[in-house]
């Protein structure tokens, strides 16, 4: 069995998937399988996977459904069951990882607990600064770098090339709460599946915070790793970001806590019905 899953979203970003699956090409730890989870790009999308597949390990995964409004949840339960791993790291294709993030998820996992990591959010014109080099040659995460290329200076610089003893500290010490984070976060399969995955009724906004909240309704536990394991977030805009379904999601975000709900009807169990696995694991 493969070591671990990466699952991977995305929708029509090919020039920001083509950074991050650069990325995941560079890893220190490269036993991983690749799910991209499409959720209705163009052939653009699919001629990205297609010029990179040559560098991985195992071959990339990539799971597409039509375009018919943001189903992001949807996607990624089906990405979820075509893993073939018992441990599943999530992100995003606009997220590039530095070279031991997924060796960091996989030293940090243990029973009973899932794991929460953070991310750098940079500027629209250093996002599109940074090319295949840097990425290859990790100085998009050298701070140094960053700050002549333009990087402001932040606390939250702080994220990106601590020591690993001030990365563990930073963890221990910081007041943020240990939430799933789809940028960057994973799980045991096992507990995935327990609580029927995402939710597909929601869309944009709060999505991933609905799922963590029903892993620790379940008694799993959240674990920050926010300054251990890295990535850096690629700037865009956000036309799905509609009020009404922000609200809609807040209002299934209340009834969880309310309920200490450890399950939805409305995830992969619904997929398992209604669809045989021809469907399920279709692409482009």
Known sequence: MITTSIIISTYNKPDWLMKTLIGYAHQNFKDF????????STSDTKQCVDEIRSLFKHPIIHLWQED????KCEILNKAILASDSDYVIFSDGDCIPRADFVETHLKLRAPGLFLSGGYHKLPIALSQKINDEDIAQGKCFDLNWLKIEGLRPSIRNLKISPSP??????????????SWNGHNASGWKADIVAVNGFDQRMEYGGLDREFGERLENAGIK???????AICLHLDHSRDYARPEKIAANKKIRQQTKLNRSTWTDYGISTLVQSAGKAEIYSGL
Do not use: K, M, V
């Open 222 to 228: 959240g674990l920050r790793i926010r300054y251990r």
């Open 68 to 71: 018919n409004g943001f189903r």
């Open 165 to 178: 003893f001030s990365a563990d500290l930073l963890d221990r010490f910081s007041t943020a709460h240990a």
């Open 33 to 40: 399988e690749l799910i991209l989870a499409d959720d209705g």
